[in-house]
């Protein structure tokens, strides 16, 4: 298991706070590129083959995950929050948080009233953040010293093993798509001087809470062509009627889109080379025709950039115990990597695509 992943999955980015994550990424790539840096609202970029007037890719994920912020600190010690992000309500009364305050973590638990005082009523009500709070044990006083509003609050790290292949814990949306970006850049950093092209890997910030950050990545690359990594919805499970979500199994290989936020000729130029070099996919037309995912801005940047969206098949999305298959985790990378390698090799990306576009038309 990859000592990178373990350490992002491990560490706190919740959205719009995602400078420990940052740090990890370009640590991690800065001996295999050609240049890193932050741009002003904190994506992560590092770029191989940094050259001017050529065509360029760019492989983006976000590096943000779901969590809260201090709204308020009640009179008895009691710390009330505000989500950043979709947080799944449902999952969240008992989880041990961490609290990161300008002195240091203070751990804590989410509380919420015992069941057994709750009116049958209360008890069939769906929970609302302003009804729970964390609790960390300590005195009045001292939580008033170490805590203050606007502190971060994330879910602590839980990264368990389930089986050969399987791993659940925080923050695998998206955490899992920014290790694929960084093994691609890792790998291709061997074959860089076949590449006839620049190629970005970014890890991007508040995807979260709004898909904000590939905005500024992509204006800032402005590339040709833009592959955009997040997690997809696993309906292997019960609940999940295949009819109305479509047909996406955990270990059954990277999720190629067809949806309004893919390039349909680059998705099946990603067919394509999955069925030669016989890496598994699966096909997903996602539930909604558009959004939910960086890809859906990434589309429309400037003139507009040819998009493809990939996924990795994850349950219990927006919960603090996520799962995915390192299998599709490994098939992704694969993937892009025969992609970029195969696409390199002509000297004009944007050129190939104009042309497929117009034998399409």
Same mark, same amino acid.
């Given at each position: 298991?990859?000592?990178?992943?373990?350490?992002?999955?491990?560490?706190?980015?919740?959205?719009?706070?995602?400078?420990?994550?940052?740090?990890?990424?370009?640590?991690?790539? =800065?001996?295999?590129? !050609?240049?890193?840096?932050?741009? %002003? $609202?904190?994506?992560? *970029?590092?770029? #191989?083959? /940094?050259q001017?007037?050529?065509?360029?890719?760019?492989?983006?994920?976000?590096?943000?995950?779901?969590g809260?912020?201090?709204?308020?600190?009640?009179?008895?010690?009691?710390?009330?929050?505000?989500?950043?992000?979709?947080?799944?309500?449902?999952?969240?009364?008992?989880?041990?948080v961490?609290?990161?305050?300008?002195?240091?973590?203070?751990?804590?638990?989410?509380?919420?009233?015992?069941?057994?005082?709750?009116?049958?009523?209360?008890?069939?009500k769906?929970?609302?953040?302003?009804?729970?709070?964390?609790d960390?044990?300590?005195?009045?006083?001292?939580?008033?010293?170490?805590?203050?509003?606007?502190?971060?609050?994330?879910?602590?790290?839980?990264?368990?093993?389930?089986?050969e292949?399987?791993?659940?814990? =925080?923050a695998?949306? !998206?955490?899992?798509?920014?290790? %694929? $970006?960084?093994?691609? *850049?890792?790998? #291709?950093s /061997?074959?860089?001087?076949?590449?006839?092209?620049?190629?970005?890997?970014?890890?991007?910030?508040?995807e979260?809470?709004?898909?904000?950050?590939?905005?500024?990545?992509?204006?800032?690359?402005?590339?040709?062509?833009?592959i955009?990594?997040?997690?997809?919805?696993?309906?292997?499970?019960?609940?999940?009627?295949?009819?109305?979500?479509?047909?996406?199994?955990?270990?059954?290989?990277?999720?190629v889109?067809?949806?309004?936020?893919?390039?349909?000729?680059?998705a099946?130029?990603?067919?394509?080379?999955?069925?030669e070099?016989?890496?598994?996919?699966?096909?997903?037309?996602?539930?909604?025709?558009?959004?939910?995912?960086?890809?859906?801005?990434t589309?429309?940047?400037?003139?507009?950039?040819?998009?493809?969206?990939?996924?990795?098949?994850?349950?219990?999305?927006?919960?603090? $115990?996520?799962?995915?298959?390192?299998?599709?985790?490994?098939?992704?990378?694969?993937?892009?990597?025969?992609?970029?390698?195969?696409?390199?090799?002509?000297?004009?990306?944007?050129?190939?695509?104009h042309?497929?576009?117009?034998?399409?038309?």
């Amino acid at each position: 298991m990859n000592e990178f992943l373990l350490s992002l999955l491990s560490s706190s980015t919740v959205s719009g706070f995602e400078e420990n994550g940052c740090e990890l990424f370009e640590n991690y790539l =800065k001996q295999y590129v !050609d240049e890193h840096h932050r741009d %002003i $609202v904190g994506n992560s *970029i590092v770029t #191989l083959n /940094n050259q001017e007037n050529c065509d360029s890719i760019l492989i983006e994920a976000h590096i943000d995950e779901i969590g809260f912020q201090v709204l308020y600190i009640g009179e008895d010690g009691g710390i009330y929050l505000r989500a950043n992000g979709g947080v799944d309500m449902h999952c969240i009364p008992g989880s041990q948080v961490e609290i990161h305050g300008k002195e240091g973590t203070v751990s804590g638990i989410i509380g919420k009233t015992p069941i057994h005082l709750l009116t049958n009523n209360e008890r069939d009500k769906i929970i609302e953040l302003s009804n729970l709070w964390v609790d960390t044990g300590l005195d009045v006083e001292d939580v008033k010293k170490k805590v203050r509003v606007g502190d971060v609050v994330s879910f602590k790290s839980n990264i368990e093993f389930l089986g050969e292949h399987r791993i659940t814990s =925080k923050a695998l949306d !998206d955490k899992v798509g920014v290790f %694929i $970006v960084a093994e691609v *850049i890792r790998y #291709l950093s /061997n074959y860089r001087e076949h590449l006839n092209c620049k190629v970005a890997g970014a890890a991007t910030v508040q995807e979260e809470t709004g898909c904000r950050g590939v905005q500024t990545s992509c204006f800032s690359i402005m590339p040709d062509i833009a592959i955009s990594i997040d997690v997809d919805f696993a309906t292997d499970v019960p609940g999940c009627p295949k009819n109305k979500y479509g047909d996406v199994s955990l270990g059954k290989g990277v999720v190629v889109s067809y949806c309004l936020d893919s390039d349909i000729s680059m998705a099946d130029e990603m067919i394509s080379i999955a069925e030669e070099k016989g890496i598994p996919f699966q096909l997903s037309a996602r539930p909604q025709a558009t959004g939910g995912t960086n890809a859906s801005r990434t589309r429309f940047m400037g003139s507009g950039i040819r998009t493809i969206l990939l996924g990795i098949p994850c349950r219990y999305m927006h919960t603090p $115990v996520e799962m995915c298959d390192l299998r599709d985790v490994e098939a992704a990378i694969r993937l892009i990597v025969e992609y970029i390698k195969k696409l390199s090799d002509t000297q004009n990306i944007a050129g190939v695509y104009h042309r497929n576009y117009q034998q399409l038309t």
